[in-house]
């Protein structure tokens, strides 16, 4: 008789146990994804990480000949947001991290490159390269000079201060970003249309 009730217990179990699968199963199946999402973020906390490159509005810096002595030639590109440049690439980062933006909370960003590329035509041509700066936000200074008439994309030299500085910028998402260049004045004449893009880092957790 004791046998037999454990046998009956063991069964009453595992029936309780179909049954509570089955609801459950159930209720995934009648999820829409995005519920899931919200399912799975009340349940775990999840990390998410992706790499995004944020290419800013290109630049055209010239001096004319029949300019009068200055010291330097200076153009500025359209101010920006990070959260613009950030819903500008939300197609890519979503596919990284595997969820909408909305379910995201950005807990850190951090600046991984500086790139650059350019074109450049100047008289004399005996001049072999154009000393240039890359301003940010008007206070970040980088070496930016130009040697010869075009370059791919290559990274711009950093120290450790610019680095920080620019991952001070990146803590903000709705700060203005703006970038200057701005070129000596050693040729008579020059034509420079010059790009660049930040390469980061975007961590945050669901």
Same mark, same amino acid.
């Given at each position: 008789?004791?046998?037999?009730?454990?046998?009956?217990?063991?069964?009453?179990?595992?029936?309780?146990?179909?049954?509570?699968?089955?609801?459950?199963?159930?209720?995934?199946?009648?999820?829409?994804?995005?519920?899931?999402?919200?399912?799975?973020?009340?349940?775990?906390?999840?990390?998410?990480?992706?790499?995004? !490159?944020?290419?800013? #509005?290109?630049?055209?810096?010239?001096? =004319? %000949?029949?300019? &009068?002595?200055? +010291?330097?030639? @200076?153009?500025?590109?359209?101010?920006?947001?990070?959260?613009?440049?950030?819903?500008?690439?939300?197609?890519?980062?979503?596919?990284?991290?595997?969820?909408?933006?909305?379910?995201?909370?950005?807990?850190?960003?951090?600046?991984?490159?500086?790139?650059?590329?350019?074109?450049?035509?100047?008289?004399?041509?005996?001049?072999?390269?154009?000393?240039?700066?890359?301003?940010?936000?008007? !206070?970040?200074?980088? #070496?930016?000079?130009?040697?010869?008439? =075009? %370059?791919?994309? &290559?990274?711009? +030299?950093?120290? @450790?201060?610019?680095?920080?500085?620019?991952?001070?910028?990146?803590?903000?998402?709705?700060?203005?970003?703006?970038?200057?260049?701005?070129?000596?004045?050693?040729?008579?004449?020059?034509?420079?249309?010059?790009?660049?893009?930040?390469?980061?880092?975007?961590?945050?957790?669901?």
């Amino acid at each position: 008789m004791g046998q037999s009730n454990k046998n009956l217990a063991k069964t009453m179990i595992h029936v309780g146990l179909t049954v509570v699968l089955g609801f459950f199963l159930f209720g995934m199946v009648s999820c829409s994804s995005d519920d899931l999402e919200d399912l799975v973020a009340d349940v775990v906390n999840v990390d998410v990480e992706a790499q995004a !490159e944020f290419e800013l #509005d290109p630049v055209t810096v010239q001096k =004319s %000949s029949t300019l &009068s002595v200055i +010291s330097a030639v @200076q153009e500025c590109g359209e101010p920006t947001t990070l959260q613009t440049l950030i819903n500008e690439a939300q197609a890519d980062i979503e596919d990284q991290f595997g969820y909408s933006l909305d379910n995201v909370d950005i807990t850190d960003i951090t600046v991984d490159y500086v790139d650059a590329a350019y074109t450049a035509v100047w008289t004399p041509s005996s001049i072999t390269s154009i000393s240039c700066t890359l301003t940010i936000n008007d !206070e970040l200074s980088i #070496d930016a000079q130009v040697s010869g008439t =075009s %370059s791919d994309w &290559s990274a711009l +030299s950093l120290t @450790q201060d610019q680095i920080n500085t620019i991952n001070g910028y990146l803590d903000n998402l709705s700060q203005p970003l703006t970038y200057c260049l701005s070129c000596s004045d050693d040729p008579d004449s020059y034509t420079i249309d010059y790009s660049i893009r930040i390469g980061v880092t975007i961590k945050g957790n669901i």
